[in-house]
C-alpha cells in the first residue's frame, strides 16, 4: 500500500461506519476511492441533481442547506453526505451540499458502496439513522465481558417442570411434596393456573405459630407472589428478586405457568460474580458496617461497569444497593425507637425512585403516614425515625438532598390524605415551586412498610394527572428548557470558566432532559410507571410519543448515560468525587459525534414538544 493510501485507511480506520469494518476489508476500501479538492462557495450536489457518490469529508467543511436556502446541517472532518440517493433507485438529491471551505473530498463510487453495504450490514444500519448509530455506539463503550452472562434469558436455565400442588392439599401433604421432591419452594395452583408459593421458610413460620397441619395450604402460602417471564434477563429478574427479598420466582408466559427460577439458579449461572454482595446489608447491625457493604456494592458497580455491563443493568445495582441499605436503617430504627405507632410507607423519589440510580446521586425521599396519625401524640417518633435514616444514608455515602426533600424535612412525612391534596394542589395550580416540588415526586416508590398507603397517593396523582392540560404545558416547557449543549452547526458548548471549565453536562441538558419528556408523555398518558425506559415505551403504546420518536429518546438515553458512568467510575478509581460533567476532546472525535447525535434527538423532540404543548406561551 502506498504512503497516501496507507494514510486514507489510517483516516477511515478513525471514521464511522469504516472504523466498523473487517482490516482486510479497510485496507482494500482506500483503493477504491477518488480523492476530489472543492474549493469554498462550490455546489458539490444540488437540490434536483443525480448523485452516484458516497462523500467522506477528509478536511474543509460542507454546509447541507433545502430548497430556501435554509441551512439543515454543517459537516466537518470525518462526516459523510450523499448516501441518501445511493439506497435504492436513483433519487434526485432533495438539498444542496456547498463547501464553505476548502474542502478535500474522499468519493466512493455508487456500485462500491451498494456492494459494501450489502456485505457489511452495520454500513446500512449507520445511514439507517441516528438513534441506530446511537445504540451502536453505546454498545460499542462497553467492552466484551462477562456482563453478557447477565442478558441470558430467564427461559434458558428455569426449572421448565417445577413441584406444584393444587390448592386443596393440606399443608402437611405439601410439607411431605416438597421433602419427597428435595426441594426448597412449593408452587401452588388453582385449576392450573398460578395461585399463590410456599418455600421452606413459611413451612417453618407457620409450624411455629401453631397452623393446622391438617389446614389448606393457602393458609400460609403467599398469594400473588411477584412473577418472571421466559424472555427476561437474568440481571432483571435477579433485581426482582432482591427488591422483594425473594428467593424464588415462578415463571408466567401469558398468564401460564412455565418455570421457576431461585436465585441459586442465576448464582450458578453467574458462578463467583460478587452481585450479592447487597444481600449483607440485612445482616448488618451498625451504620459502620452498612458504610462498609454499600462501599463494596459500589465497587461492584464499579467493576460492571469496566466490564461492560449496560448502564441498565448498573443503575438497577445501585438502585437495589440503595433500597437494601435504606431498609436496614429502617428496621434498625424501627428497633432503636420502637414500633412504629401507626403504620407508614417510606418512599424513594428521584432517580432512586425511577431505579436510575448513578455512582454521583444523591437521596431523596419521603414518608407517607395514615390518616390516624395524630402530630401530638406520634410526630416526635416519625421525626426520629427519619433523621436517624437519613443520616445513616449520608454516613454511608449517600449524600443529603441539597434541596432538602428527605423524609426528615417535615414537609415530606405527611399522611394519605394530606398528601393527596397537596398532590391536587401542585396538578391544578402548576405554579414554578409546585412543579419542581410535583416532578420530582411523581417519581414516587415505596420500598419499606405498608406500600399500600403510598400506592393510594400515587394512583390518585397519574389518574389526576392524566387530564391536567395545563400542567402538561407547564411540564412541557420546563423540559423544553433543558436546552442540550448545541451550539451553531451543532458545536458542543462546554463552561468557559470556574470548577468545571472545559466540560459540558450530560445530566443538566441530556438525561435530565429525556427524564422531564417521558415523565410528561407518561402523566399525560395515565401511565403509572415510574422508570424513564417504561415510561417512553408505554408511552408510544399509547400514542403520546411516537415509537419511533420513544426509540430514538431511549438510545440517547442509554449513551449518555453510559458515557456518564464510564467518566464517574475512573472518577472513582482515581478517589475523586463522581459528577457529570464531560470533556467532550477527551472522548475522541467519533464518540464526541455520537454526543452530538444524542443531544440533536434530545434538541428535535422539544422541538416537536413546542407543537403539541403550547409551551411558548407560558
Known sequence: MSVELDEVRDFLATTDPFAQLPDEVLDALPAQMDMRYVRRGVTIVGTGDTNDTLHVIRSGAVDITDSDGILLDRRGAGRTFGYSTLVGDKAASRYDMIAVEDTLLLVLPRQAFVELAEEHPQVQRYYSGQSARIAAA??????????DVLSTL?????????????????????????????????????????????????????????????????????????????????????????????????????????GLVSSSDIMRLLRHDPIYLTADLSRRDTPEELKEVYDNAHDVAVRFI??????????????????????????LGEEKFGEPPVPYAFVVVGSQGRRGMG???????????????????????????????????????QVLCPGNMMAMNPDWRMTVSTWISTFHNWITAPEPDALLHAQTFFDFRAIHGEERLAEEVHTFAVRQARGAQRMHAHLGALAARREPPL??????VVDRSGEYANTLDVKKGGTAAIVQMARLFSLASGIDAVGTRPRLKL?????????????????????????????????????????????????????????????????????????KYPVRSI
Open 138 to 147: 453505546a454498545s460499542s463503550l462497553r467492552q466484551d465481558s462477562a456482563s
Open 154 to 258: 430467564v427461559g434458558d436455565f428455569m426449572v421448565t417442570e417445577p413441584v406444584s400442588v393444587e390448592d386443596g392439599v393440606s399443608v402437611r401433604e405439601a410439607a411431605r411434596t416438597m421433602e419427597g421432591n428435595r426441594v426448597s419452594s412449593l408452587l401452588i395452583t388453582r385449576g392450573g393456573d398460578l395461585a399463590g408459593i410456599v418455600t421452606d421458610r413459611d413451612m417453618r413460620g407457620g409450624i411455629a405459630s401453631g397452623t393446622d397441619l391438617d389446614g389448606p395450604i393457602t393458609e400460609i402460602m403467599t398469594a400473588g407472589p411477584k412473577t418472571a417471564t421466559s424472555d427476561m434477563p437474568a440481571f432483571e429478574a435477579m433485581l426482582r428478586m432482591a427488591e422483594r427479598r425473594v428467593h424464588h420466582l415462578p415463571v408466567v408466559d401469558s398468564g401460564r405457568l412455565v
Open 306 to 331: 469496566e466490564r461492560g455491563a449496560s448502564s441498565e443493568e448498573v443503575t438497577g445495582l445501585l438502585t437495589v444497593a440503595a433500597d437494601g441499605l435504606a431498609r436496614r436503617l429502617l428496621q
Open 359 to 397: 455512582l454521583a446521586s444523591d437521596q431523596d425521599n419521603a414518608m407517607v403516614l395514615d390518616d390516624s396519625f395524630d402530630e401530638a401524640e406520634h410526630g416526635q417518633y416519625f421525626a426520629d425515625l427519619a433523621t436517624y435514616v437519613c443520616e445513616g444514608l449520608a454516613a454511608a455515602g
Open 487 to 492: 451550539g451553531l452547526f451543532r458545536g458542543l
Open 539 to 611: 408511552a408510544a403504546g399509547q400514542g403520546a410519543v411516537s415509537t419511533g420518536g420513544a426509540e430514538e429518546l431511549i438510545d440517547a438515553f442509554d449513551f449518555l448515560n453510559t458515557i456518564a458512568l464510564k467518566q464517574q467510575a475512573e472518577q472513582v478509581r482515581r478517589g475523586e468525587e463522581p459528577n457529570y460533567h464531560i470533556n467532550p476532546k477527551a472522548l475522541g472525535r467519533l464518540d464526541s459525534e455520537h454526543l452530538r447525535d444524542a443531544f440533536q434527538i434530545i434538541k428535535n423532540m422539544q422541538n416537536a414538544l413546542a407543537t
